[in-house]
């Protein structure tokens, strides 16, 4: 697994933060962290913690919006011809936490042109799936979370949506609930990373039975392919 | 929503403390659990929880065994003739958490003489999605956590695979790959309670489109229904 969006260099303060907080997650889990163990990740005092974040929570929603923040950039510009390759592939985005090199070259390949050299896929996916489901679990508690969380769910679910509308604007798809296809998406891949970080898990199985998933709802011979 | 197996009287010491386990999670949430906590929410000493747990990991794997524990039993008594049926209803059972009444009457109606009076549907159902998602997040880092989870998560995949299974046999259901359907319901009920617990969510519909799933993926006739 790379650093995904950590694999740069931090250019300010606050994205040294950032990264040190990437690797203090990873390193001490969601309960190991504190502001103090962030510090020394990144070579600097508390009170410069301070003087940016009121604290581990602010931090940390910070430290999510860091992650998914150009998630939504990155999914615009990857679009083919197929919408079925597309909602894959972007479930498999949503799905992979920091890029793995062999889904990151499948997307490579299956959408040559549509990746600019400036822009590495993994930039874009920093999804680390254990501390993303230890940060995600505050959310029970704590509704600053929650609400990020939504607001979060809620970008994957309109990125899906019209990957879905446009399938079907083009005859490509039946007349479905768009929304409510693409928030079961949603839910597929937050399942596939829950599962994945806290039990034994087949992910690539989960990203073809959802294919199936998609194949079947949305063409119109879906049940006739098989 | 009610208290699940927990709305009964306890009726040894061990299931006092798994009682007294369910309240305080509900109260203080994983972070604020403590043996105190539990042993003062069962009116018990410290050194009585420590006679029977060696530690609060311990009791917590104890926990999540005692409330999914007759989720298999559960499951077994409740088959209607039609198998979309049961794949929906045991979805809902999987991610109802304590059982609200809604879903209890929906189900006791769906096959009413399949649950024997003295075993009330939701005290098979003790999944508070809350608790279950702060738990289950230990697994990121716990090797034990891991192993119940992936064992729960087979538990409910061989019972979803079982229904597709019998589905199939009866010529109802088209030949499919019965684990990997099965493992995708698992992953959309850990979906939806991830969701659910962590975010704003609308479990109704997850649950109506899981529906649709099912439909189409499994019915021949699945694409031409709508």
């Known amino acids: 697994?790379?650093?995904?969006?950590?694999?740069?260099?931090?250019?300010?303060?606050?994205?040294?933060?950032?990264?040190?907080?990437?690797?203090?997650?990873?390193?001490?889990?969601?309960?190991?962290?504190?502001i103090q163990r962030i510090a020394d990740e990144a070579g600097l005092s508390k009170s410069s913690c301070y003087h940016f974040y009121d604290g581990k929570d602010d931090l940390l929603l910070s430290f999510m919006e860091f992650m998914f923040g150009q998630f939504g950039t990155g999914f615009d510009i990857r679009f083919s011809d197929d919408p079925v390759e597309d909602l894959r592939l972007?479930?498999?985005?949503?799905?992979?936490?920091?890029?793995?090199?062999?889904?990151?070259?499948?997307?490579?390949?299956?959408?040559?042109?549509?990746?600019?050299?400036?822009?590495?896929?993994?930039?874009?996916?920093?999804?680390?799936?254990?501390?993303?489901?230890?940060?995600?679990?505050?959310?029970?508690?704590?509704?600053?979370f929650r609400e990020r969380f939504t607001e979060m769910d809620g970008m994957f679910r309109d990125t899906f949506a019209g990957i879905i509308e446009r399938g079907i604007d083009e005859g490509v798809f039946r007349e479905v609930d768009a929304i409510q296809v693409a928030d079961m998406l949603v839910t597929i891949g937050m399942g596939t990373i829950f599962r994945g970080a806290t039990a034994t898990f087949d992910r690539d199985a989960a990203i073809a039975e959802a294919e199936s998933y998609i194949q079947h709802r949305l063409l119109p011979d879906g049940a006739i392919q098989e």
Do not use: C
């Open 1 to 34: 697994m790379s650093d995904g969006p950590f694999a740069a260099e931090p250019t300010d303060t606050r994205e040294k933060i950032m990264h040190a907080t990437f690797r203090a997650l990873r390193e001490y889990g969601y309960a190991g962290l504190s």
């Open 90 to 144: 972007h479930v498999q985005l949503m799905v992979a936490g920091p890029m793995d090199e062999d889904i990151a070259s499948e997307i490579l390949e299956a959408v040559p042109g549509e990746v600019p050299p400036d822009a590495p896929i993994r930039e874009n996916n920093a999804l680390e799936r254990g501390p993303l489901v230890e940060v995600r679990a505050q959310g029970v508690n704590e509704p600053a």
